[in-house]
């Protein structure tokens, strides 16, 4: 989501769960999280490119999206109230507690808080722009027979089992040039049973926050 992907599948290769579908319309609509919103909060959280802020973590990182509307207006209370002790008289009950576990974890946010490069390493991914034509390889019967025996023990009936028919449709999309999309490989029903998942008081009453804030 946060490389601008709109469709997630879970669990596709774990024949004991139901695939799971995530979509990012979804998230925006009953959380009030979007694109940016998750960027943010992955700095927060920590992420494959920042280590994120110590002690928070995935609801208290949503309800300071909540409060402040932003990292950097975050930042900005966070920064202010260390010089102004009218500002700390006039701060919520919430605002109290995290600052006073920020500053029990040695919190520091520089003028680098929330971080450019992070937000436009998501934004504007280095991907590979090869625009050869694809094309649909054979695979070698013999060599997967022999293969899946030496390292799993299947025989060749077993072997023959699972790959005569991925072979057979594979040389079906050969002929016809026209490739599968990935929902087009589950069972239609089990992509529109919508699961419910209970939230937590804080996390509701934050992301209620947010979509309030998407609306004004």
């Not at 774990?14 to 695939?19: D, H, L």
């Not at 996390?203 to 309030?212: G, N, Q, V």
């Amino acid at each position: 989501f946060l490389f601008g992907g709109t469709h997630v599948y879970k669990n596709m290769f774990q024949e004991k769960n139901y695939v799971e579908y995530y979509s990012l319309d979804l998230l925006d609509q009953k959380l009030g999280l979007d694109r940016d919103k998750l960027i943010q909060l992955a700095q927060l959280l920590g992420s494959d490119y920042t280590a994120g802020l110590k002690g928070i973590g995935p609801v208290m990182g949503v309800e300071i999206l909540a409060e402040f509307g932003s990292l950097k207006e975050f930042a900005k209370w966070y920064n202010e109230g260390q010089f102004d002790k009218q500002k700390l008289e006039n701060e919520t009950t919430f605002q109290k507690q995290l600052r006073k576990r920020l500053v029990k974890n040695d919190i520091v946010l520089d003028e680098n808080f929330p971080s450019a490069a992070v937000y436009d390493a998501y934004i504007h991914p280095t991907v590979d722009s090869d625009k050869t034509k694809f094309v649909w390889g054979s695979p070698d019967l013999d060599k997967l027979r022999s293969f899946l025996q030496q390292t799993i023990g299947w025989n060749r009936e077993k072997s023959d089992e699972v790959l005569v028919p991925l072979i057979r449709d594979l040389n079906k999309r050969k002929s016809t040039g026209v490739q599968k999309r990935i929902n087009e490989f589950f069972p239609v029903q089990y992509l529109q049973q919508e699961k419910q998942y209970k939230l937590g008081k804080r996390i509701e009453t934050a992301t209620s926050k947010l979509k309030k804030r998407r609306l004004k």
